[in-house]
């Protein structure tokens, strides 16, 4: 008899062992927030590099072959110069083992029967079922539609390879910070899952919405954005002062419109990792 | 103009070139260096084979070689738009692994001819590959291993294709030498003395204020910037300690690899420009 209460009490403590220890002890708030606050700083760079070039137009219309003047019709391809190289440019990444670890979703699928990277064990920090969730489509149409026209400036230099390679350092970053979304998610969802689960159940997105807001927090961070564009768009001489708040500059000589970044944060970065936030967690009890 | 008919290169336009490049180059490294080192993204592959990273820079210039030679097909098959601007682009792309790129390798646009036909033979990216992995990497990122392979290659092929940018633009800055005091550099030329060329080309005082200026940026880019800072910090302030990299780092970069290699490039950019 005492042997069996002994064997039961050690399985039971093995048992909340096994269900205290989770599976990913690096993921806390903290750490989401650092991750976040750092992705800022990649945020701007991205944005300067590519307003460095004009705005370039001809990369992103479809292409034509042929002038079908005579000479035989004309062949349009349903794909612009930019979709074509991203997509190579992600074919490559995927055979270098990129979107293994799950953080980053590429815009364009792939079939990679294998990859060269050297094999690592990460570890899985996101719900199986949810972890495919992501805004792509709704980032690739906001950077080139709406963010594009007014990063950069109108005009063209024909450069159009290191153009959209820029591009797509800005739609990766994007992409990485809007998605991250998940993980803010699971480490919320961890912090209060009675509260979660109930509004999961019910899927009630209004209510997750507005668990998932705090406005102070998302206006620090929209003023953070702004002032990192100003220190790192500013342009640096030899004996010259250094910018460093946002009352004294003058937005002539930015590389980047700071407003514009804050644009992008306000409008879009922000609202669009909520919704993968609201996403995430709707499919978390799946 | 030139008797080309086109514009005129100015060492004023070749220098801004040069700095806005600063900016790249700095941006470049300190993405690089918020991963750890990532050793085995570096090690040879399965069977003795290639590297990770060489892989990536392979196959990423391949996929470059093969956007240029479309885009001026294209662009011939459009017949260039008119609002395209053919004034001088200061830009050198020189690939790292040149022997298996699709040939011959057409420019995205016709360009004003500025450099010597030969320039195309100059280029010193072996020294600069060898420099950034063995040199550089070791200062720059900490030990350590996040399994980010992929991003870590990719990071790394934008270091090196804008320090080689920047260093090959060497050439521009030999041509615009040259043709201000072609008497000067002649002699030198003819005579193939190297060492007298260096010191002909060498200014120690503006390459201190390049040096300086690195660090100024290195400092101001890599700070951990915050809302509480507030108007009257000056630059300097922020220790060194939390910046994102060593802003000496990135300055001793600049004095001892790239300008250095910049200067190896316009020696040999003028040794073969009397040919």
């Not at chain 1, 514009?260 to 993968?276: A, C, E, S």
């Not at chain 2, 700095?19 to 991963?35: I, K, P, Q, W, Y």
Request: aromatic share 10%.
């Amino acid at each position: 008899m005492a042997a069996r209460a002994i064997y039961t009490v050690l399985v039971c403590a093995a048992a909340l062992l096994l269900a205290l220890a989770s599976p990913s002890a690096g993921l806390s708030l903290d750490t989401v927030r650092e991750f976040l606050t750092r992705e800022e700083d990649t945020i701007v760079f991205s944005l300067i590099e590519r307003a460095r070039y004009p705005l370039n137009r001809p990369a992103y219309d479809p292409i034509h072959l042929g002038d079908g003047d005579g000479a035989g019709p004309g062949r349009r391809l349903n794909a612009s110069f930019a979709e074509l190289f991203i997509r190579e440019s992600e074919a490559v990444q995927s055979k270098a083992g990129r979107y293994q670890s799950l953080q980053e979703i590429p815009f364009f699928a792939y079939r990679v029967p294998f990859t060269l990277a050297p094999p690592f064990n990460f570890t899985r920090e996101l719900y199986p079922a949810a972890a495919f969730v992501n805004l792509n489509d709704a980032i690739w149409s906001m950077y080139f539609n709406e963010l594009l026209p007014v990063l950069a400036n109108n005009g063209d230099d024909g450069n159009y390879a290191v153009t959209v390679d820029s591009d797509l350092a800005c739609l990766q970053v994007l992409s990485r910070r809007i998605n991250y979304g998940r993980y803010v998610a699971e480490v919320k969802f961890r912090g209060d899952q009675q509260t979660y689960t109930s509004l999961i159940k019910a899927k009630d997105r209004d209510a997750l919405m507005k668990l998932l807001t705090s406005e102070a927090q998302e206006d620090v961070v929209k003023r953070r954005v702004e002032k990192k564009a100003i220190v790192f768009g500013q342009s640096i001489t030899s004996d010259g002062p250094i910018e460093t708040s946002v009352s004294n500059s003058s937005q002539a000589n930015f590389k980047v419109d700071p407003s514009v970044v804050y644009k992008l944060y306000d409008q879009w970065v922000i609202p669009l990792t909520k919704q993968v936030e609201v996403e995430y967690l709707l499919h978390r009890l799946d | 103009m030139d008797a080309a008919g086109g514009e005129q290169l100015s060492l004023a336009a070749v220098r801004d070139a040069l700095v806005r490049l600063e900016d790249s180059v700095v941006f470049a490294l300190l993405e690089r260096a918020r991963h750890p080192r990532n050793a085995p993204a570096y090690a040879p592959g399965c069977g003795g084979g290639r590297s990770l990273a060489e892989f990536f820079v392979r196959e990423a210039e391949a996929l470059n070689a093969k956007a240029s030679f479309f885009h001026s097909i294209h662009a011939s098959l459009l017949r260039l738009a008119p609002e395209i601007s053919l004034t001088i682009t200061i830009q050198e792309d020189v690939p790292f692994f040149p022997q298996d790129l699709p040939s011959p390798l057409f420019p995205t646009k016709s360009p004003p001819k500025v450099l010597h036909p030969l320039a195309s033979m100059v280029t010193v990216n072996d020294a600069i590959w060898k420099m950034y992995f063995d040199e550089l990497l070791p200062l720059l990122t900490v030990d350590g291993d996040d399994g980010n392979y992929a991003e870590t290659v990719a990071l790394d092929f934008a270091c090196l294709q804008v320090m080689s940018r920047r260093i090959h633009i060497g050439k521009y800055v030999a041509e615009v030498k040259f043709k201000d005091a072609p008497q000067d550099y002649s002699p030198l030329i003819q005579a193939k003395d190297s060492n007298s060329l260096m010191d002909l080309l060498t200014f120690k005082a503006v390459e201190e204020k390049v040096k300086k200026r690195v660090e100024k940026k290195a400092r101001t880019f890599g700070q951990n910037v915050n809302l509480e800072d507030n108007a009257g910090k000056q630059e300097g302030t922020a220790g060194d300690s939390e910046c994102k990299v060593d802003p000496t780092v990135l300055s001793k970069l600049y004095d001892q690899w790239v300008m250095p290699l910049t200067k190896d490039v316009e020696v040999e950019y003028l040794l073969r420009r009397l040919d």
